[in-house]
Every structure is written in C-alpha cells, then in structure tokens.
C-alpha cells in the first residue's frame, strides 16, 4: 500500500494522478509504482494506457489511489466518450484521444506541473486560458511529449524544462480561439456555446468536425489545408488507411481541424468550395466519397452533409433556384419506405440529372416530393385494385402496362414491384367506362369471363373495344363483373390479334386458340397434317403469319362458321349430323378431334 495519497487537480488525467501519487511517495522511477499497483491487483499496466481503465480495472485503481470510483471515472478518458456517445474500434487508433503523446501548456505548467485531460483530446489546439499554442514535442531536440515528460517538466531527451518553452500566440478574437472553446466542450459537458443551423450538441460537433477533416486531406491537394494566415502549413502525413493518424502532431492538428472548423463556419460555401476543388484536383478517393460515402450519410448524424451535396449539384451546377431543397434519388427509400430512387423513371416528379465525379446524380426537389407524398396519399396499388375491380393479377396489369389510367406508374423495390395508381386515375378511368354503358347486350359475358377466354395479357384489347363503342358494355358493381356482349369480344379481340400478327409475323398459339375455338392439340394436329401449310417447327409458342394466313384462306372451323352465320354451335353441330353441312376432316373420318369446314361452303 501506498504511504501517501494525492488530489487530483482540476481536469486531470488518471495517469497524471498516478505519477504524482509515485512522486509523492518518494519513488524515482515511475515503474515502481505500476509494480505497486500489480502487487495491489494483479493487474499489469501498460502506460499508454492507464487513462483508458474502465469498470473492474478502474475500480481497482481508485481504491489504489484512494479516490472514489466516481472521481477516477472522471480522471479517464472512457468516461467523456461514453457521455457524449462517441465510440471507438480501438484505442491506438481512436479519433478522439491521443494514445501515444499528448500536447500541453507551457504556461499551465508554470502554474502547476501536471497533464490536464483535455491536452490529450485530439481536437484541441489551443489554451484558450493563457491565448498560446499547445506544443507537443521539444523545441530543442522534437521529441515527442509524452504524459510522462509532462508531469516531470522536463524533455526525455535533452531534459529542457517544458514549462520554460515560449508558445505561439493566438488573438483571442481568432476564428480558432472560438474553436477551442467549442472543443473544450467536451469537458465542461452542460456549455455546449455554437450556433450552427445542422450542429446542436458536442458530440455532433466532433464527428463532423473529424467527418470533414479526415475527408478534406482524401480528396484535396495538401496545399489547400496550410493555414496561411498563421503561417502554418500542411505537409499531408495526416492520413491512415480509414482515418486520421491518431498520433497527429499538433501543426497538422491546427491545419487539418482548423480546415474542416472552416467549413462549418462558413456553411455550405465553404462545403461547396471544398467540393468543387476536389473535383479539380481529381484525386481517387473523391469518387468513393461522391459514389459511396455521401449517400452513406443519409439517415445518420451527419445527413445534413450529404442533403448540402444535392444542394451544391442542384444550386452550384445545375443553376436551379436556390429557394429549394434537392434531394438525391438515393435519398428518397429513406424518406419514404413505399418508394426508391427508381421514382426518377415516373413521370409525376421533375428529376435533374447531373454528372459528378463519374456519376450520375439525379435530384428531385424536396418541394415537388412532398407534394407528390401527398398525392401517394390518395393512390391504389395494383392490389387494391385488383379487389376493387373483381379482375385478375394478370388483367390488372396488362390494364396498367397499356396505359389506360393517367399518371400511373411502378417500380422496383428487390424483387417487388410496386405500381402506385392515383384515385383520380381509377375514378377517371371508371367514369368513361360506365359513360359507354348500355342495357344487357345479346350474350352476355362478365368482362372477367371474357378475359379468361381470349387470355388476360390481351385484357387490354377488351377495353379498346369498350371505349370505342366496339362492344356493347353493361355496368354492373365492379369491372370485374360487368357484362359485355360475347359475338363482339370475338369479333374485336380477334381482329386485333390478327393484326397484331401481321405487325410481329406471327400469332402465339395462346391468341390462335381463342381465334379458332379449338384446343393446343387440335391446331398441333393441323399443322402436322400440312393444314397450315409447309412450316417448320422452330417455335410451336408463335405460328407465322403467313401459315396462319394458309389456314384462314383455306378452311373454318366451327367456332369461326357460328361466328360467321350467327348460329349456335349446338344447331351447327346438329346440322353436321344431319348432313346438311359438310365437313372436310375430323373423327368420322378418323382426322383429328374437330371439325374443319372448307372456306367455301355454304350454309341452308
Ligand atoms: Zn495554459
Ligand atoms: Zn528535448
């Protein structure tokens, strides 16, 4: 046990408090006491990392020292990240703390020799108590200060007193005198003192004061970083793979956060300059940062960033009104789950394309989408559709694919196609449809009968007919179960189909079942008994035009002569029996299932 206690001093670190604990108990060499403390606990402590005790660990420690858990838990640096929720990956490499060395006041030390935790935080610069630099290496010899030489006043190498280093001045009206009271922040936690439109808490302002900073140095000539008023230059060692250096020294430190402390004070022209020299200078990771960090930025912390992206291409390079907001397309799925930046394909929301960094951004003004919100508000899905009207999946669709309700529209989400359907469409398109309606036509069919029949792809075909007053139409509850008139849909739907042929070359066998009457097999036999004339069979889905054309030439078949005659195929049938009419093939003659008439024959 140790003879004699110490207190800690205002704002000092944990292993500040240790050193002096030793000193204070007549031990030279500091490794004596961390032998002390292992024969106390157990534990063995690295140096570098006795700021960093937590819980047990932490505990132990505070009984060592003889202070209460509460107290040490302040002197560490785990208990200002977890207040202001900043995390680390590790200790080395944190951004928040120095690991290895640390910065220090000479002129604090005058006053009373011991390491201050903030002197430590990666983000100060500056004492803002006696208007100096930090310094952070020896003058004489620069080497590097460790928490250690703080405490002993004295350089490792050349023993030069720290205390007695002369320090930069800063004016206390420097944009960085601001900064720093701004970092120190983070240590008196309830003075959170600047006014930015984007920024309300410490925490925030540490991540994106290193957010810019570790990206400033990625996508800019190292040249842009000096900070010439006060003649401090950059020399561009800052950066790690992902990160910052966590060993920054402190002229880079000035250079690199007073930059990016530039940028929020100057928002977002300064974000629009750092921007458009970054695209100057062309350097790699500029394209990942446009391609992959940007839109990362969506939904967290630092969204306001990347909203100030779709800004500068909409204001700065497109020109258009700076008295909106843009948004990325990418942007939109966080926005509103029911959509994703496949919305720039409809029509309903002006999309601005812009070419940036070797990618194509597309923005859509905060403005139009939200009203465009409001009008998904008041819109079907194809679903809610489908129930409304009684007609298939497949009908439905082929409904929506062809147009015939005003501003709808769908996209792909995954796998999931959604179509979004404005009310004012389906109403509209309802309107017209009963504004056609008549009393009960002749053999009537629900128009869902007649779908299932010619083949609900084709469903389109029925409401051309409708609406051209091509076929007769009787209102009744929903689409799905009005009637229209069965001689018409034929008449219409396998005139189009016909004619769609000649357009393609070919008919699909699915359309020449319903144009015939008669089954796949019955028109597979046809074409193997030469009916359709020579045709080879590459494809028996689509029948050539010019074959199906042989055929119609040729013969009838006994759908087609009702169709023709306007008689029901049971009488027609009867006839046959009769022999009043006669046939050319079918299973009297041992020649397929049906009946085929020749073209030519006449009916009594
Ligand atoms: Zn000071
Ligand atoms: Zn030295």
């Known amino acids: 046990m140790l003879l004699f206690s110490t207190e800690p001093h205002p704002g000092e670190s944990l292993y500040s408090l240790l050193l002096r604990t030793a000193k204070s108990n007549f031990m030279d060499n500091p490794n004596w006491i961390l032998q002390n403390f292992k024969d106390f606990s157990t534990l063995e402590l690295i140096p570098n990392e006795i700021n960093w005790l937590s819980d047990a660990n932490l505990k132990k420690m505070s009984e060592f020292l003889s202070i209460s858990y509460q107290k040490a838990k302040e002197l560490s640096f785990h208990s200002t990240l977890s207040q202001h929720q900043l995390a680390i990956n590790s200790i080395e490499k944190n951004p928040w703390f120095l690991y290895s060395r640390t910065k220090c006041c000479p002129l604090c030390l005058q006053e009373s020799t011991y390491h201050k935790k903030n002197w430590s935080s990666s983000h100060s610069l500056i004492c803002t108590k006696h208007g100096i630099f930090l310094i952070d290496a020896c003058p004489d010899c620069n080497t590097s200060f460790k928490i250690q030489s703080i405490v002993e006043n004295k350089c490792k190498r050349c023993n030069l007193s720290i205390d007695s280093v002369i320090s930069k001045q800063i004016a206390q009206s420097s944009t960085l005198i601001k900064y720093q009271r701004i970092v120190d922040g983070l240590f008196t936690p309830s003075n959170f003192i600047y006014d930015h439109p984007y920024i309300n808490n410490i925490s925030s302002f540490i991540k994106v004061l290193e957010f810019i900073a570790n990206w400033a140095v990625r996508i800019l000539p190292s040249e842009k970083l000096d900070l010439k008023v006060l003649s401090f230059t950059y020399d561009g060692n800052a950066k790690e793979r992902n990160s910052l250096k966590n060993a920054k020294h402190i002229e880079q430190a000035i250079c690199i956060y007073g930059f990016a402390f530039m940028v929020l004070e100057n928002w977002p022209l300064n974000f629009y300059k750092m921007l458009n020299d ?224 000649e357009t393609t070359g070919f008919i699909p066998l699915r359309n020449l079942v319903f144009i015939l009457g008669v089954k796949k097999s019955d028109i597979i036999y046809w074409l193997r008994t030469g009916r359709f004339a020579s045709f080879s069979e590459i494809s028996i889905d689509s029948i050539p035009i010019i074959n199906v054309n042989h055929f119609l030439d040729n013969y009838h078949t006994t759908l087609q002569l009702s169709m023709i005659y306007k008689i029901p195929i049971k009488r027609l049938l009867k006839k046959h029996r009769l022999g009043k009419v006669v046939s050319l093939s079918g299973p009297h003659f041992n020649d397929g299932q049906r009946l085929l008439f020749s073209r030519n024959i006449e009916i009594f």
């Open 278 to 501: 970054a695209e100057n200078s062309k350097k790699k990771d500029f394209f990942y940062f446009v391609d992959i960090i940007v839109p990362s930025l969506y939904n967290s912390e630092l969204s306001f960033i990347a909203i100030e992206f779709g800004n500068f291409i909409a204001h700065e390079k497109l020109r258009l009104p700076n008295r909106y907001n843009f948004v990325c397309t990418e942007q939109i799925k966080l926005l509103n789950d029911n959509f994703n930046a496949s919305i720039i394909h409809s029509n309903l929301l002006p999309t601005y394309s812009y070419e940036f960094a070797h990618k194509n951004i597309n923005l859509v003004s905060s403005e139009d989408f939200n009203s465009f919100l409001i009008d998904f508000e008041n819109s079907f899905t194809k679903e809610k559709l489908k129930e409304r009207w009684k007609t298939s999946s497949i009908a439905t669709l082929s409904i929506l694919e062809n147009k015939f309700l005003n501003n709808a529209f769908n996209f792909r989400s995954g796998s999931v196609n959604t179509w979004v359907i404005p009310k004012d469409s389906v109403i509209g398109f309802e309107k017209k449809l009963a504004a056609f309606s008549t009393q009960l036509p002749e053999q009537p069919i629900t128009t869902r009968q007649a779908i299932e029949w010619f083949g609900p792809k084709n469903a389109n075909i029925l409401f051309d007919g409708i609406l051209s007053g091509k076929i007769k139409f009787n209102f009744n509850k929903s689409i799905g179960e009005s009637w229209v008139c069965k001689d018409e849909v034929y008449e219409f739907v396998s005139a189009v189909l016909l004619k769609n042929g």
